[in-house]
């Protein structure tokens, strides 16, 4: 089960809805912030958002799940849940409230890489959450002493929907990215008006976002030596047994499948070398949300290319190298001159 706390976007919870179908969830809602109010003046397409309390979480799950980053929080990659499990997920601006946070028996969270952008698109993180709680396991997120040079390109293609665009260039660059192509077909990014425009670098969080974004023409050739096609079809390899790590001779693409119709699409166009990557979806009909399949791709990718380890901490002092590193120096090209002599000068 799903447990959306405190959530206050109708939009928002309602994909939740939707992501936790892609698993064959429920989905469930504590409404503290009016949600049920808002979502009669939101005009959503029929969609109850039931309600339930923290008394009958517990009395559903033994294990119960807060995923939010939270002290001493556990990463999800290689987080084993089980087979029966809730998961609660907390306001964006304020997380979980202390009610929630006290039920949990685990505390979980997806790493965010970031320096400004410190969590994802609430719906997103669901998304992610029950992904690598239910799909098979896959291990630790990797350790690198520099995983900047195995981040692969990124292209995001086709996106039908500025919304959807904007909460996946958030998830890009709290998980790692620097820069990202977008090839806009529908021009929901580059060429709109200033109301979407707007709406969509609201959902980015474009104000403390530094991800550069870089326009890319319809149709353009590439010639990346490899190239990874993420699907939700059962086509290619599954996404964690895919190599995400080639650096930026890689590109990987994610088409918006409710766009960008893959048998017409031209793959040889990117590169030389077209590969296919799919989701592990229990459920092949669902409604169907870029972000959502975007930021699962993008998490898996971030679990493979890793973080740099923790940095340790000098047990005391270092002394003075200079006069040592000095004298090196002079020994090898030249001549050393002292102190004294620089003041006789």
């Known amino acids: 089960?799903?447990?959306?706390?405190?959530?206050?976007?109708?939009?928002?919870?309602?994909?939740?809805?939707?992501?936790?179908?892609?698993?064959?969830?429920?989905?469930?809602?504590?409404?503290?912030?009016?949600?049920?109010?808002?979502?009669?003046?939101?005009?959503?397409?029929?969609?109850?958002?039931?309600?339930?309390?923290?008394?009958?979480?517990?009395?559903?799950?033994?294990?119960?799940?807060?995923?939010?980053?939270?002290?001493?929080?556990?990463?999800?990659?290689?987080?084993?849940?089980?087979?029966?499990?809730?998961?609660?997920?907390g306001n964006e601006r304020r997380g979980l409230s202390h009610e929630f946070t006290s039920l949990a028996t685990d505390r979980v969270q997806v790493p965010m890489l970031s320096r400004r952008i410190n969590c994802l698109n609430v719906a997103a993180a669901s998304a992610v959450a029950l992904y690598y709680l239910c799909a098979p396991p896959v291990g630790a997120m990797a350790v690198r002493k520099d995983p900047r040079s195995r981040r692969?390109?990124?292209?995001?293609?086709?996106?039908?929907?500025?919304?959807?665009?904007?909460?996946?260039?958030?998830?890009?660059?709290g998980l790692g990215w620097e820069r990202a192509f977008v090839e806009d077909l529908h021009q929901v990014w580059f060429g709109c008006d200033r109301a979407i425009r707007s709406e969509g670098r609201a959902a980015a969080r474009r104000g403390k976002n530094e991800i550069l974004l870089i326009p890319c023409p319809t149709g353009a050739t590439y010639s990346y030596p490899r190239v990874t096609v993420i699907t939700c079809k059962r086509v290619g390899l599954p996404l964690h047994r895919t190599n995400f790590t080639g650096g930026p001779s890689q590109l990987v693409v994610i088409p918006d499948?409710?766009?960008?119709?893959?048998?017409?699409?031209?793959?040889?166009?990117?590169?030389?070398?077209?590969?296919?990557?799919?989701?592990?979806?229990?459920?092949?009909?669902?409604?169907?949300?870029?972000?959502?399949?975007?930021?699962?791709?993008?998490?898996?990718?971030?679990?493979?290319?890793?973080?740099?380890?923790?940095?340790k901490v000098p047990t005391g002092p270092r002394p003075p190298i200079y006069d040592h590193t000095i004298e090196q120096l002079a020994q090898a090209t030249g001549e050393f001159v002292g102190f004294d002599e620089l003041l006789r000068y």
């Open 1 to 89: 089960m799903l447990v959306g706390d405190g959530i206050e976007n109708p939009a928002n919870a309602l994909t939740m809805i939707h992501g936790a179908a892609m698993f064959g969830a429920a989905c469930r809602f504590r409404d503290t912030k009016g949600l049920a109010q808002s979502s009669v003046g939101a005009a959503l397409p029929g969609e109850a958002f039931r309600s339930i309390t923290g008394t009958e979480v517990q009395a559903l799950h033994s294990r119960i799940i807060a995923f939010d980053n939270l002290p001493g929080a556990r990463d999800v990659y290689g987080f084993h849940a089980g087979r029966d499990f809730a998961v609660l997920m």
């Open 257 to 311: 499948e409710s766009r960008v119709e893959s048998v017409a699409e031209n793959w040889s166009r990117f590169g030389r070398q077209v590969e296919f990557a799919h989701l592990q979806l229990p459920n092949a009909d669902f409604a169907y949300h870029y972000r959502l399949v975007a930021t699962i791709a993008l998490a898996e990718v971030s679990r493979q290319v890793g973080r740099r380890p923790a940095v």
């Open 152 to 173: 692969p390109e990124l292209l995001l293609l086709g996106p039908g929907d500025h919304f959807e665009l904007g909460s996946t260039i958030r998830s890009a660059a």
